[in-house]
């Protein structure tokens, strides 16, 4: 059970390390943050995504192993 943890915790240790994922979790609090908080309708919000996911990639590119 021990051995099984330990690899998950790795796992998601890595996937935090990188960029795609943070542009996920971008995308998702603009598409849901758009809709509930501001109430536009989901092409704005997914405008605004879209620009967010964009400027994640730019600076923060995914790293080459």
């Known amino acids: ?5 330990r690899k998950l915790q790795y796992f998601i240790q890595d996937r935090i390390a990188e960029a795609s994922t943070w542009q996920g979790v971008g995308f998702l609090l603009a598409l849901s943050g758009s ?4 109430g536009l309708d989901w092409g ?3 405008g ?3 620009i967010l996911s964009a400027l ?5 590119p995914d790293k080459r192993k």
């Open 48 to 50: 605004i995504g879209s």
């Open 1 to 5: 059970m021990n051995r099984k943890l």
């Open 56 to 60: 994640m990639k730019m600076f923060f």
């Open 35 to 38: 809709k509930i908080g501001l």
């Open 44 to 46: 704005m919000a997914v």
